[in-house]
């Protein structure tokens, strides 16, 4: 019996982690999977209403968890940052997710914005350092709002949280056809904290023999993607250059909508999410695409061991892009989330 907690959170979150827990419904039946959800009262309208953002006995009971699904964060009346240093980036951190895994896969029937690229040209998976970098919070301000303000934010990588990254890519590489793991980085202006990344990529890739390896500037990176993207496999970066280019991962398989992610830790809890924010101004209008937070109740399956059942939430979603009836998965689509839900619950086998 697993138990599950639910962090719908802010925004559309509790609308696409609704038609997740339908899906997931459907497929943990069907395979005999046992789980009980927890759901936890966390968000912007919490700390509006109370003042808390994250309290330390959620968090407590969030670490007995088998693992976490989460909606999104972020609220128009709350200002930025609170609430994602507070809920997203603190649950990432406390629970050592240093993983956070995004898979880049263009499915049949969904259009790409890049001309002449089909489903056999896009098809990778970006391994973000999850738990460093510019994500430390390490920094601060001297003589804030004056001309002479004063602004530090540092980019923290340790020899230990750049190796864990590097070694998990390429463990993930030898479990794909392609085997291959592109590292990118900044190495050419970062000439401490990246050429920390270099070396140890070097050395770590010398005890992969099978696998290919290859490196790309992030710059550069973001011009193949589009490009030519059928030449990565794995990649692997930092913690600020892995949320970059997963956005423009997400719009090259096909949009917000579809793009699914987990915080991994290999040893603790993880928690998956959709990439996608709280889109508030949708908010509970039944509008929004829940296909990539439905894929996220795929991916937790997954990684919990339940991998047919994980499978077939993955195949369902599918099939349900490749039937042409969830239009153009925009807002203006036609088709409302439930919907959306209803036919990918009816297309798990
Ligand atoms: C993401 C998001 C978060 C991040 C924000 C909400 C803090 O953009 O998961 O990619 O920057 O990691
Ligand atoms: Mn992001």
Not at 21 to 27: G, M, P, Q, S
Not at 184 to 204: I, Q
Not at 280 to 291: D, H, R, S
Request: with cysteine; hydrophobic share 40%; net charge negative.
């Amino acid at each position: 019996m697993y138990r599950i907690a639910l962090l719908p959170c802010d925004g559309v979150g509790p609308e696409v982690v609704a038609e997740g827990l339908k899906v997931l419904e459907v497929a943990a039946a069907k395979y005999g999977v046992e789980y009980e959800t927890v759901e936890y009262d966390v968000g912007g309208d919490r700390y509006l209403r109370t003042g808390e953002v994250l309290p330390d006995s959620v968090l407590d009971e969030l670490r007995q968890m088998d693992a976490i699904y989460l909606g999104a964060v972020g609220h128009p009346d709350v200002a930025p940052g609170i609430l994602e240093k507070g809920i997203l980036l603190r649950l990432r951190f406390e629970l050592d997710q240093y993983i956070n895994l995004r898979p880049v896969k263009l499915y049949p029937g969904v259009a790409t914005p890049l001309a002449g690229k089909g489903p056999e040209d896009i098809d990778f998976i970006v391994v973000r350092e999850n738990t460093e970098g510019l994500y430390a919070g390490i920094g601060g301000s001297l003589r804030r709002g004056t001309p002479h303000e004063v602004a530090m934010q540092e980019a923290v990588y340790t020899r230990m949280g750049t190796e864990r990254c590097i070694r998990y890519a390429f463990e993930l590489a030898r479990t794909r056809d392609e085997k291959k793991v592109t590292m990118v980085d900044k190495s050419n202006v970062l000439t401490f904290g990246h050429d920390l990344w270099v070396r140890t990529f070097a050395e770590v890739g010398e005890e992969y023999p099978d696998i290919e390896t290859d490196h790309a500037y992030v710059d550069a990176c973001c011009m193949w993607m589009v490009k030519n993207p059928e030449w990565f496999d794995v990649i692997v970066t930092c913690n600020m250059f892995g949320d970059i280019i997963t956005d423009l991962g997400a719009m090259v398989q096909g949009g917000m909508g579809v793009a699914a992610s987990g915080n991994i830790n290999p040893n603790g809890v993880s928690m998956f999410e959709p990439i996608h924010g709280s889109a508030p101004k949708y908010t509970g209008q039944n509008v929004i695409c829940p296909v990539a937070g439905i894929a996220a109740a795929g991916m937790t399956m997954e990684y919990l061991g339940e991998v047919e059942c994980g499978k077939a939430i993955e195949d369902a979603v599918i099939a349900a892009l490749a039937s042409g009836k969830l239009g153009d998965l925009s807002t203006r689509s036609g088709v409302s989330t439930t919907e959306t839900g209803d036919l990918v619950a009816s297309l798990v086998e």
